[in-house]
């Protein structure tokens, strides 16, 4: 795939029913579980994480626990936090088997791919999410794990396979009703679309997302999708119109310091500058601040395909 995982995002947790303050009888762990998700969704992972870890410390119940590890590693996730993340997610495995809870314990596997997926360690992140696929209850657990799967496939160029996946996981968010899954796995499809020449169709299906996300208020994931349009745009010559999303969305990651999602726009922004001008010089840039921030995420994925881009333009220039 040659989108980042910041435009193809491994899937998050369910909606919580909560949307302003406690519902009747609601533990204060939960109470601060629902706020911590609700600033997730809200793109500020930082302060999502704090919330986690602060229900964390409110003697929660065991099933409570095994969620607030669950989600505290997505929060890290979104940080470049990948050891931490990594702890996360084991420890809510950990926890959801020791309750019985098998679904919990598929959706942790989930989330410790998930990292994998950012890193660019494809075969790791395939492993746990077929392990994953053996212990998942739930068709919306279920179709997390066929979505991290098709993201897998896609990023090695497998567009059958990945076709397959992404196929049989939004059955199961509808089948769920699980309408972030759906937003996710659409944006997904649009990555892949675009990535196989088809930007028309990448474009649609992005808008598609896009509509879920606004009425879920799903920030996270929005931007995600305007990402996804804006490399379309470009595509399809459309660079002013690229260009305010991308700034847009540039603006938001950088104010929540989420390093990976800036890399990732930049790149966008780098192709934009070659395509629209052939203005090497700050597409090159462009490429060198994302490949800066791609290292120091250790995104491993994106920093090779940056430092293509950095060296395929200095050539370019000293020929």
């Known amino acids: 795939m040659t989108t980042s995982p910041a435009n193809s995002q491994p899937i998050p947790g369910p909606l919580s029913e909560a949307h302003g303050s406690?519902?009747?009888g609601q533990s204060?762990?939960?109470?601060?579980l629902d706020r911590g998700f609700r600033l997730e969704q809200a793109g500020t992972a930082t302060r999502a994480a704090e919330a986690y870890r602060h229900a964390?410390?409110?003697?929660?119940?065991?099933?409570?626990?095994?969620?607030?590890?669950?989600?505290?590693?997505?929060?890290?996730r979104s940080l470049a936090q990948?050891?931490?993340?990594?702890?996360?997610a084991r420890e809510a495995e950990r926890r959801g088997r020791q309750i019985g809870d098998e679904d919990l314990a598929a959706e942790a596997l989930n989330a410790e791919a998930g990292v994998h997926l950012m890193r660019g360690?494809?075969?790791?992140?395939?492993?746990?999410?077929r392990c994953a696929l053996i212990d998942a209850q739930s068709a919306r657990v279920r179709g997390i794990t066929l979505q991290n799967l098709g993201?897998?496939?896609?990023?090695?160029?497998?567009?059958?396979?990945?076709?397959?996946?992404?196929?049989?996981?939004?059955?199961?968010?509808?089948?769920?009703?699980?309408?972030?899954?759906?937003?996710?796995?659409?944006?997904?499809?649009a990555a892949m679309a675009r990535d196989m020449g088809d930007a028309r169709l990448g474009l649609e299906l992005s808008r598609e997302s896009a509509t879920i996300c606004r009425r879920l208020n799903a920030l996270n994931v929005l931007l995600a999708a305007v990402q996804n349009q804006a490399r379309a745009l470009v595509q399809l010559g459309s660079f002013d119109e690229a260009e305010g999303l991308l700034t847009e969305a540039l603006g938001h990651f950088t104010s929540a310091k989420n390093i990976i999602e800036q890399a990732?726009?930049?790149?966008?922004?780098?192709?934009?500058?070659?395509?629209?001008?052939?203005?090497?010089?700050?597409?090159?840039?462009?490429?060198?601040?994302?490949?800066d921030l791609a290292a120091t995420a250790q995104d491993r994925a994106l920093s090779e395909r940056l430092q293509e881009r950095v060296n395929s333009l200095r050539s370019g220039d000293s020929a």
């Open 82 to 88: 990948w050891d931490e993340a990594i702890e996360e």
């Open 22 to 24: 406690a519902r009747p």
């Open 264 to 291: 990732a726009c930049l790149e966008s922004l780098g192709d934009l500058s070659a395509a629209r001008r052939g203005d090497t010089q700050t597409a090159l840039r462009c490429y060198q601040r994302a490949l």
């Open 151 to 189: 993201y897998t496939a896609a990023a090695r160029k497998e567009y059958g396979r990945a076709k397959d996946y992404f196929a049989d996981s939004l059955r199961s968010f509808r089948e769920s009703g699980y309408e972030l899954g759906i937003a996710v796995a659409l944006n997904n499809a």
């Open 121 to 129: 360690d494809y075969d790791v992140a395939e492993s746990l999410a």
């Open 28 to 32: 204060p762990a939960s109470q601060f």
């Open 56 to 76: 964390l410390t409110l003697d929660p119940t065991p099933a409570e626990a095994a969620e607030g590890h669950l989600r505290l590693s997505r929060a890290l």
